[in-house]
């Protein structure tokens, strides 16, 4: 029976992303709302425009499985006007020369008071974080989550002794929503603990099936192994364009009972490859109070360089700054010192 119904859903899933979605006649569709909160409904929806929140935009992904991917949007579509109710969004768009009409069914009223609910008053409208926030598309963002069963621990130093895990959670949460408008593609999670998992291009709808599939599992962790994946992939896009971004790798760990390649191996090599300094920044971001992790990590932003390593590429963020400023606010201050620094060594 579970078999038949799988074919089933596999079958009506073909049918309805084949069949065109409704034709439209030639009307506007009135947005209501701020332009901003539909990006962010968007993309809790599975589906992620194009041109920073403005409209006519394109659609630049869908997540399978959403509710996007069942409303008969096609990537690539030119969306041409919005229309938002309390039970979904309804999208006029453009597919070569036609005018067609897609409503992506969501709950847009609880996600407007589940934003409002967390109180980050600068990621609707025009702020003074904003100039901050773009600087993020001038770089290649990578988030690596340790998932490791150590991150589920709690009295560890988390406010409301929350475990690490969901702590973190929380702090990827809050700065996927503050960022989303802004940024343009997105950024890649690596989820790792002995082995890892990537997943590319995260929308706000592929952050939530990660929290609501993905715990902590697994007795040891080898961040060597997907930071040396990340890197590899950076290294080998180099070599196929000219043009290419600085590489941020934000690895947030507890850096306990880490396994695998000694990670200062992984980096030198790593600064070895390098054209210049700030090009690539991998920066550790202790989760939960540890003496090790300290040690660990402190050890390879202070004495990397006399060690052999070419650039001075690793900055730690020890738990206590972390702690009270936020994932946001520690990413942005590097990301600031990358694109900053970066332009200036290109230019010379």
């Not at 989820?191 to 890892?196: M, P, T």
């Amino acid at each position: 029976m579970t078999v038949k119904l799988s074919i089933l859903a596999a079958a009506l899933f073909a049918l309805v992303a084949s069949l065109p979605v409704f034709a439209l006649p030639e009307k506007k569709i009135t947005l209501y709302g701020k332009i901003d909160e539909f990006s962010y409904l968007c993309s809790s929806a599975g589906v992620r425009l194009s041109g920073g929140g403005k409209l006519p935009a394109y659609v630049d992904k869908i997540s399978l499985g959403s509710a996007a991917s069942y409303s008969g949007l096609r990537q690539g579509d030119k969306v041409l006007q919005a229309q938002v109710d309390d039970h979904g969004i309804i999208l006029s768009i453009d597919r070569k020369g036609k005018t067609y009409q897609a409503r992506i069914a969501t709950d847009v009223k609880g996600l407007k008071a589940q934003f409002e609910s967390r109180k980050i008053a600068f990621s609707f409208g025009d702020s003074p974080f904003d100039k901050d926030l773009k600087l993020l598309n001038k770089c290649d963002l990578v988030l690596l989550l340790d998932r490791s069963q150590s991150m589920s621990d709690t009295h560890a130093g988390c406010p409301g002794d929350l475990s690490k895990w969901v702590w973190t959670k929380q702090q990827i949460d809050n700065f996927f929503l503050a960022v989303d408008r802004t940024m343009e593609k997105g950024f890649n999670l690596v989820l790792f603990n002995d082995s890892y998992q990537e997943r590319k291009d995260v929308t706000l709808w592929d952050l939530r099936q990660v929290f609501d599939t993905v715990k902590p599992a697994g007795t040891r962790k080898n961040i060597s192994l997907p930071l040396e994946s990340v890197l590899k992939d950076y290294f080998y896009k180099r070599k196929r364009t000219s043009e290419h971004k600085p590489c941020l790798l934000v690895v947030l760990t507890d850096g306990v009972e880490n396994v695998g390649q000694p990670l200062q191996e992984v980096l030198i090599e790593a600064s070895k490859k390098l054209e210049h300094q700030d090009e690539v920044t991998v920066v550790f971001m202790q989760v939960g109070d540890s003496i090790f992790a300290e040690e660990l990590f402190d050890d390879l932003d202070q004495n990397l360089v006399a060690k052999g390593a070419r650039y001075h590429m690793v900055d730690y963020q020890p738990f206590s700054e972390l702690r009270n400023r936020g994932l946001l606010f520690e990413i942005l201050k590097v990301v600031k010192k990358v694109v900053t620094d970066g332009s200036s060594a290109q230019s010379k």
